[in-house]
């Protein structure tokens, strides 16, 4: 500005003076942020990477600003450059911890007393399949019975991932099967229940050891594998079959009580109690009271035990029924013939049938006349019963003789 100083004179004189005035600047003014701060970044984007420029004015004339993070960093995971407002990551995210960030970004200004401002930058995490799919058990056992109809499930496992979306969708499969017999199990992609395929034989194969596959559904997938162990339970369905379709022996009439007149042996392939097999006499038949009383049968082994003699003259053999009987529930049973011939003992003497004779001889008959015939029976067969006659010689009279037919002759 210029400033003129005139005098009353006349002329006039006057004199000129410009001055100069300068304005100091006074931080009236607080910065203010331009602009909007959200952003989405990868879970695996490396430290350092920059996620924001923050910018900012300020009506005043300072145009240093100071920058800090106020609130938000959860875990430190982003630094600012207190100078320049650039937003960095610091270190390593992870969106299963925290998938969005709030950052509360403290602008201030360098006047004296200094102004400041806030602003909020979002940062979103993006997932990425990091995490492999895991099953909550370290393995898993099942068991069914034997003969179930197919398909029936015989379990579930289950797994879990903490990723997002297709990264955490799970699909299972049997990747290979290490016991048993291949294709007699399946198991659903999605929900990991396992369920049989074909009729199951406990007889055939006990167990089965199968490895399971969990695979999520990210690019590049990821998976884990665990054994599955499946015990097949088994139901009565196998009956006692003897090795015999009959059995026979021979003991001699005299053989002494206690001993052991043959073994029968049946043999049921179940397990435990359904395998369990016990003999016994058949005793709803008539035949099986009756060889009760010379037979006693061992229930755990199928022997025979002779409880007493058996008369041959009275039963030349025995024929009866043989149980072998397992201890299912229900139990299931079958039956066998059994024959025990008896064998002649010469137990018998032969007896004179009639015991008296009474004859008459003509003094007139000639010698070797036959006078009467004396008959002997022998209750013993063969050799046993073979009889011979003669007069002894206490008796003897040396006017007779008895021939080996038992005709009395006059001599
Ligand atoms: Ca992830
Ligand atoms: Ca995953
Ligand atoms: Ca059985
Ligand atoms: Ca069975």
Same mark, same amino acid.
């Given at each position: 500005?210029?400033?003129?100083?005139?005098?009353?004179?006349?002329?006039?004189?006057?004199?000129?003076?410009?001055?100069?005035?300068?304005?100091?600047?006074?931080?009236?003014?607080?910065?203010?942020?331009?602009?909007?701060?959200?952003?989405?970044?990868?879970?695996?984007?490396?430290?350092?990477?920059?996620?924001?420029?923050?910018?900012?004015?300020?009506?005043?004339?300072?145009?240093? &600003?100071? !920058?800090?993070?106020?609130?938000?960093?959860f875990g430190s995971s982003f630094k600012v450059d207190a100078g320049t407002g650039d937003i960095y990551i610091s270190s390593n995210l992870d969106r299963e911890q925290l998938e969005r !960030?709030?950052?509360?970004?403290?602008?201030?200004?360098?006047?004296?007393?200094?102004?400041?401002?806030?602003?909020?930058?979002?940062?979103?995490?993006?997932?990425?399949?990091?995490?492999?799919? +895991?099953?909550?058990?370290?393995?898993?056992?099942?068991?069914?019975? #034997?003969?179930?109809?197919?398909?029936?499930?015989?379990?579930?496992?289950?797994?879990?991932?903490?990723?997002?979306?297709?990264?955490?969708?799970? &699909?299972?499969?049997?990747?290979?099967?290490?016991?048993?017999?291949?294709?007699?199990? @399946?198991?659903?992609?999605?929900?990991?229940?396992?369920?049989?395929?074909?009729?199951?034989?406990?007889?055939?194969?006990?167990?089965?050891?199968?490895?399971?596959?969990?695979?999520?559904?990210?690019?590049?997938?990821?998976?884990?594998?665990?054994?599955?162990?499946?015990?097949?339970?088994?139901? +009565?369905?196998?009956?006692?079959? &003897?090795?015999?379709?009959?059995?026979?022996?021979?003991?001699?009439?005299?053989?002494?009580?206690?001993?052991?007149?043959?073994?029968?042996?049946?043999?049921?392939?179940?397990?435990?109690?359904?395998? #369990?097999?016990?003999?016994?006499?058949? !005793?709803?038949?008539?035949?099986?009271?009756?060889?009760?009383?010379?037979?006693?049968?061992?229930?755990?082994?199928?022997?025979?035990?002779?409880?007493?003699?058996?008369?041959?003259?009275?039963?030349?053999?025995?024929?009866?029924p043989l149980v072998a009987r397992d201890n299912g529930e229900p139990p299931t049973s079958s039956m066998v013939n059994v024959t025990i011939y008896i064998l002649d003992v010469n137990d018998?003497?032969?007896?004179?049938?009639?015991?008296?004779?009474?004859?008459?001889?003509?003094?007139?008959?000639?010698?070797?006349?036959?006078?009467?015939?004396?008959?002997?029976?022998?209750?013993?067969? @063969?050799?046993?019963?073979?009889?011979?006659?003669?007069?002894?010689?206490?008796?003897?009279?040396?006017? &007779?003789?008895?021939?080996?037919?038992?005709?009395?002759?006059?001599?």
């Amino acid at each position: 500005m210029i400033v003129t100083a005139t005098d009353r004179g006349n002329p006039e004189l006057s004199g000129t003076l410009t001055i100069s005035i300068h304005v100091t600047d006074v931080n009236d003014n607080p910065p203010s942020v331009i602009g909007f701060y959200e952003k989405s970044i990868k879970e695996d984007a490396s430290i350092d990477t920059l996620i924001f420029s923050i910018k900012v004015e300020d009506l005043d004339e300072n145009s240093q &600003f100071n !920058y800090s993070i106020s609130s938000g960093n959860f875990g430190s995971s982003f630094k600012v450059d207190a100078g320049t407002g650039d937003i960095y990551i610091s270190s390593n995210l992870d969106r299963e911890q925290l998938e969005r !960030y709030e950052l509360v970004l403290r602008v201030s200004d360098m006047g004296e007393p200094p102004y400041s401002t806030t602003v909020t930058a979002t940062v979103n995490i993006d997932d990425v399949n990091d995490v492999r799919p +895991n099953f909550k058990k370290t393995s898993y056992a099942f068991s069914i019975k #034997e003969h179930v109809p197919s398909p029936t499930i015989v379990g579930s496992i289950e797994a879990t991932d903490d990723d997002k979306g297709m990264n955490s969708k799970l &699909f299972y499969s049997i990747a290979t099967q290490w016991k048993g017999v291949d294709g007699n199990f @399946g198991i659903n992609e999605t929900s990991g229940e396992i369920y049989t395929l074909k009729d199951l034989d406990r007889e055939i194969e006990s167990e089965y050891q199968l490895w399971v596959r969990v695979q999520d559904g990210g690019s590049p997938p990821l998976s884990s594998e665990i054994t599955v162990n499946i015990t097949i339970q088994d139901i +009565n369905d196998q009956t006692p079959l &003897f090795e015999h379709q009959e059995y026979s022996t021979a003991i001699p009439e005299n053989y002494t009580k206690g001993s052991k007149v043959l073994s029968a042996r049946a043999l049921d392939s179940d397990e435990g109690l359904n395998g #369990e097999v016990i003999y016994e006499l058949d !005793y709803t038949a008539p035949q099986g009271i009756m060889a009760d009383q010379f037979i006693g049968v061992r229930s755990d082994s199928g022997d025979l035990i002779l409880k007493r003699p058996i008369d041959r003259e009275t039963y030349q053999e025995l024929t009866f029924p043989l149980v072998a009987r397992d201890n299912g529930e229900p139990p299931t049973s079958s039956m066998v013939n059994v024959t025990i011939y008896i064998l002649d003992v010469n137990d018998n003497r032969p007896e004179f049938l009639p015991q008296f004779y009474n004859t008459e001889a003509s003094i007139t008959d000639y010698c070797d006349a036959t006078i009467t015939k004396v008959t002997a029976i022998d209750q013993d067969v @063969g050799d046993n019963a073979i009889i011979s006659y003669r007069i002894t010689p206490v008796e003897a009279d040396p006017t &007779f003789q008895v021939d080996n037919f038992g005709k009395y002759h006059k001599n």
